[in-house]
C-alpha cells in the first residue's frame, strides 16, 4: 500500500472509502502486533479499534509522512499504556 501521503490527505478531507482502505489494510496486523505486547485478544483488538476511531475523529488534524511507522508506533504506544493501567490495578 504505502501511498502514504495520497491516502493520507484523502483521509484529512473526510474521504471514508479510504479510510476503510487503511482500515482493512492494517486492522489485522495491528491486532497481531497489539495481542504480541498485551497477550489478550480482546484488549488487543479494543485497543486497535480505539486507534482508528479516534484517528477517524481527528483526521483533520493529522499530519502524518509515512503512515506504516505512524500505526505501529501509535498501538505500541496504546498497548503499552493498556499494560501499565493493567498492572497498577490491584486485586481485590
Known amino acids: ?13 473526510g474521504n471514508k472509502q479510504a479510510f476503510e482502505t487503511l482500515f482493512i489494510e492494517y486492522y489485522a496486523r495491528l491486532c497481531e502486533y ?3 505486547l498485551t497477550k489478550d485478544k480482546e484488549a488487543a483488538s479494543e485497543i ?5 476511531v479516534k484517528l477517524w475523529e481527528n483526521q483533520k ?5 509515512a ?5 505501529f508506533k501509535s498501538i505500541h504506544n496504546n498497548s503499552i499504556k493498556y499494560i501499565s493501567k493493567k498492572n497498577s ?4
Open 1 to 13: 500500500m504505502e501511498k502514504s501521503p495520497d491516502i493520507i490527505s484523502l483521509i484529512r478531507q
Open 48 to 52: 486497535v479499534q480505539d486507534f482508528f
Open 34 to 36: 497489539s495481542f504480541l
Open 89 to 92: 490495578v490491584e486485586p481485590i
Open 61 to 65: 488534524k493529522i499530519n502524518i509522512q
Open 67 to 71: 503512515i506504516k511507522p505512524y500505526l
